[in-house]
């Protein structure tokens, strides 16, 4: 069955460096995938999407590849701060036998950058 | 614009009782997804509507039911509560339903403990 992954263990990083997150995917082939920011007893919040076409997307300090062939993605934050402190969701779609695409969320990384 | 709205926030019921939460997407949004999130599970889909019509659904016992009304509200109904029901249920508002990305803009969720 189609499944997602990502770092079990959560990410503590001195605040200036990078952070990176890492999402694997198997058993399926998704066009597009996205990451999400949550921050503890609220909802996810969008961060950023990134097309099977597209090796890599930017914005701002956020960095996010995905490469087909190893079925990854990884996500970037450079010049970490500790208002970058969140877990982070991978969410890739999945269709299914009705065409209909579904999100399906990996557990999340928990990051936390130290001041 | 304002964002997706859930009610009630928080919610206190015993086993064998049966809950109503609400919510309000996004003007504009057309489709509704409902999910639960509990420490150890991460984000698990329950179902998704779109023009009032159950599009997507998750693998959830039939005590878990949704609707969704022709102003795109939508309502999830858990009947026969049990312990495990405790969670965070999050709604999810979308622009388009099976459309080239699903973004889902999230509400702040409600927490519903089973006592």
């Known amino acids: 069955s189609q499944k997602i992954e990502q770092n079990s263990e959560a990410l503590n990083i001195q605040e200036g460096k990078t952070a990176t997150l890492t999402c694997n995917y198997t058993n399926y082939s998704p066009a597009y995938l996205q990451w999400y920011r949550q921050d503890p007893g609220r909802g996810p919040v969008f961060l950023l999407l990134i097309r099977e076409n597209e090796k890599e997307k930017r914005k701002e300090r956020l960095k996010v590849t995905f490469d087909t062939t190893l079925k990854q993605s990884l996500f970037h934050i450079t010049a970490s701060q500790p208002a970058d402190s969140a877990t982070y969701l991978c969410?890739?779609?999945?269709?299914?036998?009705?065409?209909?695409?579904?999100?399906?969320w990996g557990l999340g990384t928990s990051l936390a950058v130290n001041p | 614009k304002a964002g997706v709205t859930q009610t009630p926030r928080y919610l206190i019921k015993t086993r064998g009782q049966q809950v109503t939460l609400s919510c309000s997407p996004i003007?504009?949004?057309?489709?509704v997804s409902w999910y639960q999130q509990t420490p150890g599970q991460g984000l698990q889909f329950l179902f998704e509507?779109?023009?009032?019509?159950?599009?997507n659904k998750g693998n959830f016992p039939g005590r878990f039911s949704g609707r969704q009304f022709s102003n795109s509200r939508s309502e999830m109904n858990v009947s026969t509560l049990e312990l495990g029901d405790s969670a965070l249920y999050l709604c999810?508002?979308?622009?388009?339903?099976?459309?080239?990305?699903?973004?889902?803009?999230f509400g702040p969720g409600t927490r519903l403990t089973v006592l």
């Open positions: 509507y779109f023009s009032e019509t159950q599009r």
């Open positions: 999810a508002s979308s622009r388009r339903q099976g459309g080239r990305t699903d973004t889902q803009y």
């Open positions: 003007s504009g949004h057309r489709s």
């Open positions: 969410a890739p779609p999945l269709l299914n036998a009705g065409n209909n695409r579904k999100l399906i």
